[in-house]
C-alpha cells in the first residue's frame, strides 16, 4: 500500500532567489536593470529539437530549450524542484521533460506533472512549477524574453537584414567569446582595429584620413563613413565596377550590430550583424548572421565565405580574450580620443539602461542626449 508523505514540504523558493542567496551576490539577470528586458537569442532554431534537450546560460541563468508536441520551442529554467538537477540531460517526454535524477516531469509551462515516487502512476503536483521563459523564433533564431514580466511588443527581436531575400545568400556563425557584451558590440563596430588585428586579411593600413558621422539615438548608435574606404577582397574581387561603397556601422539597443557595405545603388553587398547573449560579465555567446549579394558570382563564394568569415572572427575571439581577461583581472580604466565617438556612445546607452536610469543613490538620471558629431580618424 502507498502512504501519503507525512513531510512538511518548504515552500519552493524562486531559482534567481535561491542562486543569489548562496552566492552572496546578484545574479547578472537581477543586475541588468533593464537591459534584462528584451529578447536575447538562446540558439539556432535547428539546434532545438524535440528529440534532445539544449542547455544554455543567459546572464547567468541556466535554460533548457526543447520542442514541445506542436513543435514550439519551450525554455524552462534547467534546474529541477526536486533537488536542484540539471534538466537538461533528461528525456522529453510526452508529458515533458524528465529528470534525470528521480523522474520528476515538467510540463512546457514548468507545471510539475508527474512525481514517479508518489504512486503507481505517479502524481502531479499542479502548485510547483519550474520558471518558464516566453520563446519566440524568428529569423532562424530562437529568442528568449529575459524580462520578470511579460514581453514589450515594442522590443522585437532584432531583425536579420536580408533574411530570406532574393539575391542574398545567408548564414549563421555562432562562436563563443571570451568578453562581455559592451566590449563584443564595440569591437564589431569598430574601424581602427581593423587594420591591426585583421591586416592582410580584410583591411591594410594605408594612412587613409577617415570621415564619419557618429549619431546617438535614443536606443541606437548610427555611424556612416564618407570617402574612400575600401575592404580588401571585396575591392580587388567583387566590385570589378568599381561603384561607390556605402559603409554604415550601426549598433542597436542592447546588444545588436549590423555593419553594411552596400556597392552601388544595392547592387552589391556584404552585411554583417550580430547579436550578443551574455552569459556572464566576461562570456558571450554571438550570432553573427553574414549576407552577401555578388550578383552571378555568389555561387562561387558559397565554401569560401564561411572559411573567410571565421577565420576574421577568430582574430576577434583572440583579441577579445585578451581584453576580456585584461577588464577582469585589472577593472576599466579608458582613455579616448575622437575614435572612439561610437564606442563612448555605446557604453552611455548600456550604462544607462543597466542602472535603469538612476544614479548610485537611486536618484533619476538624464537619460545620454541625442546628437550627431563628426569624427575624422586614419587607418
Ligand atoms: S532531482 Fe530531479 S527528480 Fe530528483
Ligand atoms: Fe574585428
Redesign the pocket.
Known amino acids: 500500500m502507498t502512504s501519503q508523505s507525512t513531510i512538511t514540504l518548504i515552500p519552493v523558493t524562486p531559482c534567481d532567489q535561491a542562486s543569489s542567496a548562496q552566492s552572496g551576490d546578484a545574479s547578472m539577470r537581477e543586475r541588468s536593470g533593464d537591459l534584462r528586458n528584451y529578447w536575447y537569442a538562446a540558439a539556432q532554431s535547428i539546434e532545438v529539437s524535440a528529440k534532445k534537450p539544449l542547455s544554455v546560460i543567459i546572464m547567468e541563468t541556466r535554460i533548457v530549450l526543447w520542442r514541445n508536441a506542436q513543435q514550439q520551442a519551450v525554455a524552462l529554467r534547467d534546474r529541477?524542484l526536486?533537488?536542484?538537477?540539471f534538466l537538461s540531460p533528461g528525456d522529453i517526454t510526452e508529458l515533458g521533460i524528465k529528470?534525470p535524477?528521480?523522474?520528476?516531469t515538467f510540463d512546457d509551462q514548468g507545471v510539475c506533472v508527474n512525481v514517479p515516487s508518489e504512486g503507481e502512476n505517479g502524481k502531479s503536483y499542479p502548485n510547483r512549477k519550474v520558471q518558464s521563459f516566453p520563446t519566440q523564433e524568428a529569423y532562424g533564431l530562437v529568442w528568449v524574453w529575459m524580462g520578470y514580466g511579460e514581453p514589450d511588443a515594442s522590443r522585437p527581436p532584432f531583425p536579420m537584414p536580408h533574411y530570406q531575400e532574393e539575391g542574398w545568400t545567408t548564414y549563421y556563425m555562432k562562436t563563443h567569446f571570451n568578453n562581455g557584451v559592451t566590449s563584443l558590440v564595440e569591437n564589431f563596430m569598430d574601424v581602427p582595429h581593423t587594420v591591426f588585428v585583421h591586416k592582410g586579411w580584410f583591411r591594410d593600413r594605408k594612412k587613409l584620413r577617415v570621415e564619419s558621422s557618429v549619431e546617438r539615438t535614443a536606443d541606437s548608435v548610427l555611424v556612416t563613413y564618407h570617402g574612400q574606404d575600401s575592404i580588401g577582397f571585396t575591392e580587388r574581387v567583387l566590385n570589378p565596377k568599381r561603384l561607390p561603397m556605402q559603409h554604415t556601422d550601426n549598433f542597436y539597443m542592447p546588444n545588436n550590430t549590423r555593419v553594411d557595405y552596400i556597392y552601388g545603388d544595392n547592387e552589391r553587398g556584404f552585411v554583417i550583424s550580430s547579436t550578443c547573449t551574455p552569459i556572464n560579465d566576461f562570456q558571450s555567446t554571438v550570432f553573427t548572421f553574414i549576407c552577401y549579394k555578388f550578383g552571378w558570382a555568389n555561387p562561387l563564394f558559397r565554401f569560401f565565405m564561411p572559411w573567410y568569415t571565421r577565420q576574421v572572427i577568430q582574430q576577434d575571439v583572440e583579441i577579445m580574450e585578451n581584453q576580456g581577461k585584461s577588464l577582469q583581472e585589472q577593472g576599466p580604466d579608458f582613455k579616448s580620443t575622437p575614435a572612439d565617438t561610437l564606442h563612448l556612445f555605446i557604453e552611455s546607452l548600456r550604462e544607462h539602461s543597466q542602472t535603469e536610469g538612476k544614479d548610485a543613490q537611486g536618484q533619476p538620471l538624464p537619460a545620454p542626449p541625442a546628437m550627431t558629431r563628426s569624427v575624422t580618424f586614419w587607418i
Open positions: 529541477c526536486h533537488r536542484n538537477t529528470c535524477y528521480h523522474g520528476w
